[in-house]
């Protein structure tokens, strides 16, 4: 829910507060079908787990790992993509949680880099048919009763070894609710690599690994599908408008070709962009990123005096191009409008 206090300080210019750059990508939204999800269970190594309509993720699943895959294809180039070339801002993945896990439990999202893997039988990208044992996951217990390997494992070659993102452990002990991690870190290495060809940069989603023999379960892009009359009750019961709602979605804000600060998305930074960050200063942001918040430079989900800094590094000539387009003769002027602004601020906070 956005609050927002109106401000109008320095500049009287007209401008349409316009939508970030961004985009969403959530199975049955928009068109985009093509999130690829499913678990690899020790327990059950030959059996495919993609018409499951949860994923799990957990060390000790009755004496047994069981791992979790996730991927969002057709991010990059087309029609409806992030377009090539472009720098990532932020990228924040919500997913609609289950079964919760330990405190002090670490969720990894393990960026997958290598596409042939190791793999039992077959050849490519990990897949929703792709089962525990096809990806050569270890079928030998350990003394201890674990398994020494996990079908995709974090090494280096066919993950990396620590977690691009990991849950936040505030939220471990959390279920029957969406929940958010920031995987800026994943889209940035993805948009690097320019195509599927780049070595250890392209996307072939996460590995998801939970250190607990306490599983930790959510909603997969199948949701809906088996029983969409009782996927859609369950929604409307937690005030959703609909289940699509909770099935994993991807959100990415890039800059365009005038960079981070063109909040009206004209090619340009510009006074009208400073104009529009100031009608939005003081806005606060509760739940998930909304792709629409302009001003909020740092997608800490207000806008403030964080982000008029980015905002005047940004502009064109920095600080000292900032103050001459705003013509005010001393900085002064500028600290003096800044102290009324974080007053507002401090006022709505309290």
Do not use: C
């Amino acid at each position: 829910m956005l609050r927002k206090a109106p401000l109008n300080l320095l500049l009287m210019l007209s401008a349409s507060v316009a939508v970030g750059q961004s985009l969403t990508f959530q199975d049955g939204v928009n068109g985009y079908d093509s999130t690829v999800d499913t678990e690899f269970r020790a327990a059950n190594p030959t059996d495919p787990q993609d018409e499951k309509e949860f994923v799990s993720i957990d060390e000790f699943d009755g004496g047994f790992q069981t791992q979790g895959a996730l991927r969002f294809e057709n991010l990059f180039g087309g029609a409806n993509g992030i377009p090539n070339g472009v720098d990532i801002l932020f990228a924040e993945l919500q997913v609609f949680v289950t079964s919760n896990t330990d405190a002090n439990a670490v969720i990894g999202f393990h960026r997958v880099l290598g596409p042939d893997l190791n793999r039992a039988q077959g050849s490519g990208v990990w897949g929703n048919d792709d089962t525990w044992f096809s990806l050569g996951g270890d079928l030998i217990p350990d003394g201890a009763g674990l398994l020494d390997g996990d079908p995709i494992f974090a090494d280096g070659l066919e993950a990396s070894i620590n977690p691009d993102s990991t849950l936040p452990a505030a939220s471990n002990t959390l279920s029957n609710r969406l929940l958010t991690i920031n995987v800026t870190s994943s889209l940035e290495a993805w948009a690097a690599a320019g195509s599927v060809s780049a070595s250890n940069a392209a996307n072939l989603g996460w590995a998801i690994n939970n250190n607990t023999g306490n599983g930790w379960d959510f909603l997969s892009a199948e949701y809906g599908t088996a029983d969409p009359v009782a996927a859609q009750a369950f929604a409307a019961a937690r005030s959703f408008p609909s289940f699509l709602d909770l099935r994993p979605k991807l959100t990415v804000v890039y800059a365009g070709a005038a960079g981070q600060g063109d909040i009206d998305l004209d090619g340009d930074v510009d006074l009208a962009d400073y104009q529009i960050l100031l009608n939005n200063m003081a806005i606060e942001l509760n739940g998930a990123i909304d792709p629409g918040d302009p001003g909020d430079l740092d997608f800490d989900r207000d806008v403030d005096l964080a982000d008029f800094k980015i905002f005047k590094n940004v502009f064109p000539g920095g600080a000292a191009g900032f103050a001459r387009a705003v013509a005010v003769p001393e900085p002064a002027g500028v600290l003096l409008a800044l102290v009324a602004v974080g007053g507002v601020v401090a006022a709505r906070r309290r």
